[in-house]
């Protein structure tokens, strides 16, 4: 603490009040309520339950005023709950394939069964400023929200399975580890990578997949298919025999087509990538199912080309901003001892080179002399 700079304990209380007063702003203007920010700040609300590995649209939008827009400290503020609530039970793997679809749509097939669903998104607005939003109030009535898609919509990726063109999936029987009660361990299983890709903060997993696309990883890929909607979430209940669903959440599914040419073993064919996120969080989504088929390059037999995006460890180490956040701004904090140290160290070597560069020069006087 910064105890002998500004009076210890009074003046970090004072510190907060000050946060306290700039969160809140200008008085006279209303404050924000939670609800506004759940309603109308959605996608914040929901890259902060994502990245916070914990579902939940009140908490995530009172963590991001407590944090004054800060999603990374509102994501630091709802890890931190998350870890004082205590485990109450394991719910099964959700059914993604009943997802009721708000947005569903696919890069490989025009006519895909089911339908495309363009649903909400800002993919074909035009990048203009919308003043009229500045208008208290002149948002109108709302009108009747549609309800989500519940029509059968088979999986790109089970299209191309009936004719053997893509990869399939081993199915597993061991329950996957958990990031969040067990450390991470190189080299990591795809379930590990693929939960600390999910809860990774989302500009560094979009930078690594950007990269996949500018030749750093041999990976062309294809959107097979990209999903936003609800399933339900059921938990078995022992003296029931059977599952109940619990409630509903909101996920955003992604996979993606990538070319494969074979091996040895192996014909021509399709792979995948996967990405699965809380919310409404497309660009999350592909991101992660880019990178988590850069890093499948082991086993599907592939060569390492040395992209970045390829280095298991490298990825998964940097990629949450918390741990990120916490070994960066610590740097703020007192390193008296540290820098004096330095500071010796410094002025010792320089008076060294000093005393050096004086035995030299009268080294040259005497010769000259001579």
């Not at 306290?20 to 109308?40: F, W, Y």
């Not at 993919?123 to 203009?128: A, I, N, P």
């Not at 936003?228 to 025999?241: D, S």
């Amino acid at each position: 603490m910064y105890v002998a700079v500004k009076g210890g304990e009074r003046a970090i209380e004072n510190a907060h009040a000050l946060l306290a007063e700039k969160r809140r702003g200008d008085p006279s203007i209303a404050e924000l309520s939670v609800a506004q920010i759940r309603e109308q700040l959605s996608l914040a609300v929901n890259r902060v339950m994502a990245e916070g590995s914990l579902y939940d649209p009140d908490l995530a939008a009172l963590a991001i005023k407590q944090a004054r827009g800060d999603l990374i400290e509102a994501i630091f503020l709802v890890r931190a709950y998350r870890t004082t609530l205590p485990r109450l039970g394991h719910s099964n793997p959700v059914e993604t394939g009943a997802m009721a679809c708000e947005r569903r749509i696919s890069a490989t097939f025009k006519d895909l069964p089911g339908g495309q669903i363009l649903g909400p998104t800002f993919d074909y607005t035009h990048r203009l400023i919308d003043f009229a939003l500045a208008a208290e109030g002149a948002d109108g009535p709302a009108e009747a929200v549609a309800e989500p898609e519940r029509a059968e919509m088979p999986r790109v990726g089970e299209i191309l399975a009936r004719d053997g063109l893509i990869q399939p999936e081993p199915a597993g029987d061991e329950a996957p580890p958990d990031l969040t009660r067990q450390p991470m361990e190189y080299p990591a299983g795809r379930p590990m990578r693929l939960q600390a890709l999910a809860r990774g903060d989302e500009g560094f997993v979009l930078s690594m997949a950007y990269s996949t696309q500018r030749g750093y990883a041999r990976n062309h890929p294809f959107v097979g298919e990209l999903r936003v909607g609800r399933v339900g979430v059921e938990v078995e209940i022992p003296e029931l025999g059977f599952a109940v669903e619990i409630g509903e959440i909101e996920l955003t599914e992604c996979e993606t087509v990538n070319q494969f040419k074979g091996s040895k073993t192996e014909p021509a064919q399709f792979t995948r990538g996967y990405g699965l996120v809380f919310g409404h969080a497309e660009r999350k989504a592909i991101s992660m199912a880019l990178v988590d088929r850069a890093l499948r390059w082991q086993e599907l037999g592939e060569d390492n080309v040395g992209a970045p995006a390829q280095d298991e460890e490298f990825v998964l180490a940097h990629a949450d901003n918390i741990q990120a956040t916490g070994f960066l701004e610590h740097i703020k904090l007192p390193h008296y001892v540290d820098f004096q140290s330095e500071l010796e160290l410094v002025r010792k070597l320089r008076a060294e080179a000093e005393a050096r560069r004086a035995e030299m020069k009268a080294d040259a006087s005497q010769e000259a002399a001579e």
